[in-house]
């Protein structure tokens, strides 16, 4: 019987694989900078030689990207589910809107069960932040920009989604987090006008959801953000609607 001699494993390809389960994990995320060589070293406990063949072997993999004098930083492209082209198609069509929310509809109440599983004291404190900021801006509603709320929201769902610690569920949100966030700044607008009491009501549903995760409530927590999808595109399509009627009445009008 022949045996193949065991290769010993070079101390470069352990850091290798830290660095690629901190990446996986979202401990480092798209366009971080990675710590100096020198105190990275020191955090893993390894000589700086075996730190730099590491990275030099990552920049290869195209995860990370070396800049001359300027350090090391992961790949944007990591955080990209979608080209930055394709996300200016899917802005201008229309339709998108819609498929876009079914989407979320999908993978925000799973964001939402399993973080209500798995969430740790960090996970809520992480989230206690984010839903505080959320509902700064509705409590500034007369000072707050659609911009900001926008992007108040969408990290909000963010945070849950890193509470799931679902790897592929947190690198798509945070893919399509810009999309996300401009999606919604375009939805909140409409809404507003539409139904005097959505306000309220999204300041509710984001409550209950935020309350049914921390309490570790998942099935709750996973109709919670349902239902909180189901009631956004209920009122968009009444403005969809109300933009077509009066659309026909104008044409009418100038017969």
């Not at 350090?71 to 201008?92: C, H, I, K």
Request: glycine share 6%; charged share 30%; aromatic share 6%.
């Amino acid at each position: 019987m022949v045996f193949n001699q065991v290769r010993q494993r070079r101390l470069s390809d352990d850091i290798v694989e830290r660095l690629e389960g901190m990446i996986l994990e979202g401990t480092l995320t798209a366009g971080e900078r990675l710590p100096a060589e020198r105190q990275l070293a020191e955090q893993f406990g390894v000589s700086r030689p075996s730190l730099r063949e590491a990275i030099q072997k990552l920049v290869a993999k195209g995860m990370l990207v070396s800049r001359q004098g300027g350090g090391n930083y992961v790949a944007q492209s990591m955080g990209s589910t979608f080209s930055d082209p394709l996300l200016q198609l899917l802005e201008n069509n229309p339709e998108v809107e819609r498929d876009l929310l079914e989407f979320r509809h999908t993978l925000e109440a799973s964001c939402a069960y399993y973080a209500a599983l798995r969430a740790t004291a960090v996970d809520r404190e992480r989230l206690k932040v984010a839903f505080d900021a959320l509902q700064d801006c509705y409590a500034r509603a007369d000072e707050v920009s659609r911009a900001e709320e926008g992007a108040a929201d969408a990290s909000f769902h963010l945070a849950i989604a890193e509470a799931s610690h679902n790897a592929v569920l947190l690198h798509t949100i945070r893919g399509l987090f810009d999309l996300l966030k401009r999606n919604v700044v375009t939805n909140i607008g409409g809404m507003y006008k539409q139904r005097s009491e959505t306000r309220d009501m999204l300041i509710a549903q984001h409550r209950d959801l935020y309350l049914a995760i921390v309490e570790g409530r998942a099935q709750d927590a996973r109709e919670v953000s349902s239902q909180h999808i189901l009631y956004v595109q209920e009122v968009l399509e009444e403005v969809r609607q109300e933009v077509q009627r009066v659309a026909r009445a104008e044409r009418r009008n100038g017969r």
